[in-house]
């Protein structure tokens, strides 16, 4: 039995096959064809903490391949974070259904579930741990917008404390990407990961003529001391039109959303953005990984 | 792409095909007849305001059809409401769904996000603006258990602040209705929509045995200084059997729902009370909304 | 129209019937078997009162049989229990769905909404009233894990508030069982249910090597006036692996989860446990009750 708890427990020739599968079943995410191979199958999205777009677009992906989806309700999750054994609660769970999708605060909460599962589990974010599923669909976004081998990137913002920051880097080293990290001093990637994946630390404009992607994330108001503090380093982060004036014609601009100000609303409309296409992608990549796991026959 | 956002986007034509097309519906409403023409497609119930029954027979509607449904969960609603970015939500719940439904409490929050959205919206109330689908309930309601054209009315109950009322007023000016408005001083009709529709102000006494339909709205607590206050005006303007003893024989009664105690109990029983079936009715006449904005093919 | 509120409304047959149909449809409670009886049947989930296992294993047994299902949201539960009345929720629900599942913190919601229902109502627990769908499980799982007519049983924890065993050990007087009562004093079975159901209070240590099957509950802080009292009683009616050195080959421990302390980690990989299988026959169970109310055609 297989589960995706880490972007670790796959090879790179894991991550092609998956990638390969997402290609082939966009037309089934827009809706444009009908392939019902999880038909009968059930998906248990287990939410205990709440993301609108990962856990939706999960019940497309199941939905759209003709599976069914039962949901935790918030008080149902609220309960049995307040007391419950959790071991209890996956071992009755993976009894009712075919696949779990288990998101949680607390790091390391996926491997536990898929250590007490008799089915398939799929990590959707574990607090500061791991987000796997949403660095497939980065890696899909560049592959399918701009190009994932040899792929010069810049990852702008808070590079300390996201985890999907962390999780892209150890995937884009499988890649021979050229990375370039542009953040404040205080949220710099963390020493032993640059140590492993490389990169180094510019400033935007240095690179921004070069650099096929940005990869932006939010700077949150919680990690600085004072609110005026914040509002001077999170303003230099931020990514307009204007700096966009020396960016290559086909450079892209990723962002996991939700986005608050870290890019401007003008940058919308431009060709260089892609996160709401990113954000779509989410279904045709959690399609192919629902396929990788579950055990179907059509 | 076709929106519903407001009852004044349809033509009289227009509501008269919706209407027929509830009609032939209504064996599929019932779970009588299958008609599985949205099978493979997907409706986002986007209710940042709870509504049970508009929520639900828009759930129901939809799975009679062989469709697919994806809820908001509470917990993402109110994440949503706090922080995020409608606009972006939209754009991003576009790419995963053919059709959004969203109940919001303000006022053009549907417009906005039909200006946002790449699929069809509809408007399931916007707060003091519109809501559409009831407004199409009502008048399949009337135009099956009573008339529609040249209908003689009474609007019962608070008649300044219902969205349910302001909407009705407006398409029953199609159908050449008679109005009478029964109701409080405080409470009437404004005055610029009077001039719009007409009808006139009466006691429900002098018009009872002559009008076709009452339709009645709950006055609520708050719109008084005091709860004594409250309780001698909203008295005056109960329904209860025996006002309804000089009423015509066919004389329907609707309400909206949910009900606290502006029509007494013994009504229900009486076949004059139809709010129930008016309540059914939500789901064959949303069928036939998701039918018009939804495109396809059988 | 068969509504299912007591486990008293079914005779000794019905009972046998249901868990008939409940052995047959195991393996499309597994998922290994499809037929889709209940297509384009919709069940609406009325749950008042959070109780994950329950209201899931609903979910999934209507989707194993290829029906839909709507759940009411949360906040929508409380909306409803704050201000609006059940008797209509309930009469405008029912012509939505072709059956309504309800779980209500109140004793006899389950009857009142049945009156009020146009379609099947099933009681997933009223309070301190009924619970039949558990108790059907429970009898499925003692007739396949152990046996059912004639078998040696013992209740262990909290016998006098707990709706689970109230309703079991009438069940079970229909099966000639030998029942044993093992609680605390002050947690003793009411009085009137020993008269008659029959029974005796023993301690475990004297019956172990005798009974069958072994049915715990939770022994609830609340129930004491200090938790140090608490602890101390608790305690001596926890279930250990060294407890279990002298019971019989075939023993099986039962638990209608979720489960605090009461019995030990270590029981769980021992021959004895059942009660993940338990809490898996929910399924299998509650699809053959929705095959019992729902009327159907295949």
């Given at each position: 039995m297989k589960h995706l708890?880490?972007?670790?427990?796959?090879s790179k020739s894991d991550i092609e096959r998956i990638l390969n599968l997402a290609e082939y079943l966009i037309p089934v995410a827009e809706g444009k064809k009908r392939m019902e191979?999880?038909?009968?199958k059930i998906l248990a999205n287990l939410f205990f903490e709440p993301s609108t777009r990962t856990r939706m677009s999960f019940e497309v992906a199941m939905k759209r391949l003709g599976g069914e989806v039962v949901n935790l309700t918030s008080q149902e999750a609220s309960s049995i974070a307040k007391g419950e054994n959790l071991a209890d609660t996956i071992r009755v769970i993976s009894g009712y259904a075919d696949v779990i999708v288990i998101r949680h605060s607390l790091e390391g909460a996926a491997k536990f579930a898929a250590e007490n599962s008799s089915v398939p589990v799929i990590n959707a974010g574990d607090g500061a741990g791991q987000h796997p599923t949403q660095t497939l669909l980065d890696l899909f976004t560049l592959r399918r917008e701009a190009k994932l081998e040899n792929v010069k990137i810049a990852l702008v913002g808070d590079?300390?404390?996201?985890r999907t920051v962390h999780s892209l880097v150890k995937a884009l080293k499988l890649y021979n990407a050229k990375i370039y990290y542009v953040c404040p001093d205080t949220l710099m990637l963390p020493e032993e990961l640059v140590e492993e994946v490389g990169g180094e630390r510019v400033a935007l404009e240095d690179i921004i003529s070069e650099v096929d992607a940005i990869y932006v994330t939010r700077i949150q108001k919680?990690?600085?001391?004072d609110e005026e503090e914040y509002r001077k380093v999170a303003g230099s982060y931020v990514i307009t039109s204007k700096i966009l004036e020396?960016?290559?014609?086909?450079l892209i601009i990723m962002h996991p959303?939700?986005?608050?100000?870290?890019?401007?609303?003008?940058?919308?409309?431009?060709?260089?953005?892609?996160y709401y296409k990113q954000a779509f992608y989410g279904v045709p990549v959690r399609m192919a990984i629902l396929c990788e796991v579950v055990e179907w026959s059509n």
């Amino acid at each position: 039995m297989k589960h995706l708890i880490s972007i670790e427990d796959l090879s790179k020739s894991d991550i092609e096959r998956i990638l390969n599968l997402a290609e082939y079943l966009i037309p089934v995410a827009e809706g444009k064809k009908r392939m019902e191979i999880m038909r009968g199958k059930i998906l248990a999205n287990l939410f205990f903490e709440p993301s609108t777009r990962t856990r939706m677009s999960f019940e497309v992906a199941m939905k759209r391949l003709g599976g069914e989806v039962v949901n935790l309700t918030s008080q149902e999750a609220s309960s049995i974070a307040k007391g419950e054994n959790l071991a209890d609660t996956i071992r009755v769970i993976s009894g009712y259904a075919d696949v779990i999708v288990i998101r949680h605060s607390l790091e390391g909460a996926a491997k536990f579930a898929a250590e007490n599962s008799s089915v398939p589990v799929i990590n959707a974010g574990d607090g500061a741990g791991q987000h796997p599923t949403q660095t497939l669909l980065d890696l899909f976004t560049l592959r399918r917008e701009a190009k994932l081998e040899n792929v010069k990137i810049a990852l702008v913002g808070d590079l300390k404390y996201s985890r999907t920051v962390h999780s892209l880097v150890k995937a884009l080293k499988l890649y021979n990407a050229k990375i370039y990290y542009v953040c404040p001093d205080t949220l710099m990637l963390p020493e032993e990961l640059v140590e492993e994946v490389g990169g180094e630390r510019v400033a935007l404009e240095d690179i921004i003529s070069e650099v096929d992607a940005i990869y932006v994330t939010r700077i949150q108001k919680e990690r600085f001391p004072d609110e005026e503090e914040y509002r001077k380093v999170a303003g230099s982060y931020v990514i307009t039109s204007k700096i966009l004036e020396n960016a290559k014609e086909d450079l892209i601009i990723m962002h996991p959303l939700p986005r608050v100000d870290e890019i401007t609303f003008d940058v919308d409309k431009t060709k260089h953005a892609v996160y709401y296409k990113q954000a779509f992608y989410g279904v045709p990549v959690r399609m192919a990984i629902l396929c990788e796991v579950v055990e179907w026959s059509n």
